[in-house]
């Protein structure tokens, strides 16, 4: 292995660590892709999961300095090929690999933006936060899985789209107390979380529904190489929703819900006898 080589992998290696560390739900689908994808979803995940930290924990820092930065060196490392801050590095190696360009990566980081000055969204600013941060992530991860096929890239980008915005819809959910009361945010445009009710709390949920729905359509047409790790992931929020459907809006406001480990591996090993028996 050549010094480069070393550096790269060491990088990725940093990416995968991350991923690990932060989301177990997400650590596990990755672990289904197949290995030759694998290091390329560790590396956008790194990226994103590192810009979030900025506007969400680094309260005694220069958020918006720190983010500046962390864009721009982003944008440098692509042209270059190379930056010495690992995730970054790992970052331009996948998205210099899977032409992951600039009308994918502006939004992202214009919505983390948004995370340093709204606290509240109307239906215009929410729908281009849920894009941002959500949506083109998604589209990211299709451009890994599809390496190069535009035509099918174009036929489920939609799907991609629709899952992404899913999964950020039921963190808003299941996050609701922690984004009020430590962040001082609201998402969901027009909803009072001092009035939080059951019918509020459905009509997003049947939102989300129609997102998942349409996410689905798009999972039964990806490769193989990939469909697992993805329904794995669509199976977990999907369960975590129906659990968030099932607690009273008054404890969702004062809980964050989760999903027991146990039933975590539950869900894995549903959902490979499902693909294994052809049934996704």
């Not at 090993?269 to 049934?279: D, G, I, M, P, W």
Request: hydrophobic share 40%.
């Amino acid at each position: 292995m050549t010094g480069v080589e070393l550096y790269n992998q060491t990088t990725l290696d940093c990416s995968k660590k991350i991923t690990h560390n932060y989301s177990t739900s997400f650590g596990l689908g990755i672990r289904l892709i197949k290995p030759s994808y694998r290091w390329a979803i560790y590396a956008i995940y790194g990226l994103v999961r590192f810009a979030d930290e900025i506007v969400d924990t680094f309260h005694e820092s220069d958020k918006q300095k720190l983010l500046s930065q962390f864009k721009l060196e982003t944008y440098n490392a692509i042209r270059d090929g190379i930056s010495l801050n690992p995730v970054i590095h790992s970052f331009q190696l996948a998205a210099n690999k899977y032409q992951i360009g600039e009308e994918l990566i502006e939004p992202f980081f214009q919505s983390m933006e948004m995370d340093l000055y709204r606290s509240e969204y109307n239906e215009n600013s929410y729908q281009e936060y849920i894009y941002g941060s959500a949506e083109v992530v998604g589209l990211m991860c299709l451009k890994v899985f599809l390496d190069g096929n535009e035509e099918k890239y174009s036929l489920l980008k939609p799907a991609a789209q629709s899952l992404g915005s899913a999964f950020q819809k039921v963190n808003f959910l299941r996050d609701m107390k922690s984004d009020l009361e430590d962040r001082g945010r609201v998402y969901f445009p027009n909803v009072d979380f001092s009035g939080f009710e059951e019918t509020i709390k459905r009509e997003l949920i049947e939102d989300i529904q129609k997102d998942f729905d349409l996410a689905y359509k798009g999972i039964i047409q990806l490769p193989t190489s990939c469909r697992l790790g993805v329904y794995t992931a669509y199976i977990y929020y999907l369960k975590l929703l129906e659990k968030i459907e099932r607690t009273p809006a008054n404890v969702l406001i004062n809980r964050r819900i989760r999903i027991a480990n146990s039933q975590k591996v539950a869900l894995l090993f549903s959902s490979y006898l499902k693909f294994k028996t052809n049934v996704l």
